[in-house]
C-alpha cells in the first residue's frame, strides 16, 4: 500500500486555499511534508492510522502539512544546502535553528507552525 499524504491536492487548494504550489510540485511536496511530520511526532500517526485522530488533531496535522509544503517548496535551496554558516566580505548567513525556525531530526520547520502541530499531543517525547 502506498503512502498517502495528510492533506492532498483537492484539502490544498478548495479547503487551504494553497496557492503557491504548481500542479506538478503539489503531490510531492504534501508527501514529503507528510512525511516531516511524521518524524517530529515520533510517527504516532502512522501507528495510530489517521483516522483514529480526534478531528481537532486531523485539521491541525492537514494545515501544518500544507503550511510545511508551502514553506519547504519556498526554502528549498536553503533547506537543502549543506552549509550551516558562511560569511563573505563581512556579510554572512547561517541556516540552523533560529529565533523563527525549529529544527529537530533534519526538519526544519517555522516555530508557529511546529507550535500549531505540537497543540496535537503527538510531537511529546513521552508517549501518552
Request: hydrophobic share 35%; proline share 2%; charged share 25%.
Amino acid at each position: 500500500m502506498a503512502y498517502e499524504p495528510y492533506a492532498d491536492e483537492a484539502y490544498y487548494k478548495e479547503t487551504y486555499k494553497g496557492t503557491l504550489l504548481t500542479e506538478g510540485e503539489v503531490t510531492r511536496y504534501l508527501r514529503q511534508a507528510s512525511r516531516h511530520v511524521d518524524s517530529l511526532t515520533y510517527n504516532r500517526i502512522v501507528c495510530r492510522g489517521f483516522s483514529s485522530l480526534t478531528p481537532f488533531q486531523q485539521d491541525i496535522v492537514r494545515e501544518v502539512v500544507c503550511q510545511q509544503a508551502e514553506f519547504e517548496c519556498e526554502n528549498a535551496d536553503e533547506i537543502n544546502t549543506i552549509l550551516s554558516a558562511y560569511s563573505i566580505n563581512g556579510v554572512s548567513a547561517q541556516f540552523g535553528s533560529s529565533w523563527n525556525v525549529y529544527m529537530d531530526k533534519g526538519v526544519a520547520m517555522k516555530r508557529d507552525v511546529y507550535a500549531l502541530l505540537s497543540q496535537t499531543g503527538l510531537c511529546c517525547r513521552l508517549a501518552r
